[in-house]
């Protein structure tokens, strides 16, 4: 796998980021980039952090931790969990990391406030949606999603900020906005259920469909390949 310039696709990343926002007539700024560094070495993260990136996301336990650890030098990193979460993991995710985008039931969320270190400030998180419907995949169910709110907005040590999702796959741009624009729509409710709360992110758009997450209200986006390049496929 040839190795990608990163200054480079980062830039490129930027310019997509921005371009996407001015089309959809929002400000520069309206949007931030998480780079995705899943199975991609600390070296690459190290060229990623010199050319400004900060927020990094990564979805596998203990390859993140060691990569933390590799890194430990660059101590203004914001280090995002975006994977699937067990109870038994949520220890060291309380522990090392600023946000994590992957909560989509109550005990989880729950252990992680018990978990959070006290010299810490609370743990921003997002709750997973399965915006598409879709049998046996990650993410409370839109109908399920104002309890679960409920319960995590009680929660001390746990700051709810918003949701994440990934959609079914689609090749076709326009049909690619109906799940993100429910999304939105799921957060504006959120946000009325509970005005105190500091609601302002929804993460979603990942390399192919980040137009369309912005145009419809993305704040986070989420790349991985189109800033480290493909990844080895997994099983
Ligand atoms: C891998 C991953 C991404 C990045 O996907 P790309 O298609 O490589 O941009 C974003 N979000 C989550 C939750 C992921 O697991």
């Excluded at 931030?32 to 050319?51: D, G, M, N």
Aim: aromatic fraction near 4%; hydrophobic fraction near 45%; include cysteine.
């Amino acid at each position: 796998m040839t190795e990608v310039a990163i200054d480079e696709t980062l830039k490129a990343a930027r310019l997509r980021l921005a371009r996407a926002l001015d089309a959809a007539g929002r400000p520069p700024r309206a949007a931030e980039l998480l780079a995705v560094s899943k199975t991609k070495p600390a070296a690459q993260i190290r060229k990623a952090h010199a050319c400004g990136q900060r927020a990094f996301g990564e979805n596998y336990l203990q390859e993140a931790l060691d990569k933390q650890q590799a890194l430990a030098d660059l101590d203004d990193i914001v280090w995002h969990f975006i994977g699937p979460l067990q109870s038994n993991k949520t220890r060291q995710v309380a522990e090392h990391f600023a946000w994590v985008h992957s909560i989509d039931r109550d005990k989880i969320a729950r252990r992680l406030s018990e978990q959070r270190p006290e010299r810490l400030p609370a743990l921003n998180v997002c709750l997973q949606v399965n915006i598409s419907d879709e049998p046996s995949k990650a993410g409370v169910r839109l109908a399920d999603l104002p309890a679960l709110a409920e319960a995590v907005v009680a929660l001390p040590r746990l700051q709810l900020r918003g949701l994440m999702a990934i959609p079914a796959p689609c090749d076709d741009s326009q049909r690619q906005r109906e799940p993100f624009a429910r999304l939105h729509d799921a957060l504006a409710d959120l946000q009325a259920r509970h005005p105190e709360a500091p609601l302002d992110t929804l993460s979603m758009g990942m390399s192919d469909d980040l137009e369309a997450a912005v145009a419809e209200g993305a704040t986070l986006v989420r790349l991985g390949t189109a800033i480290f390049g493909q990844r080895p496929p997994r099983d």
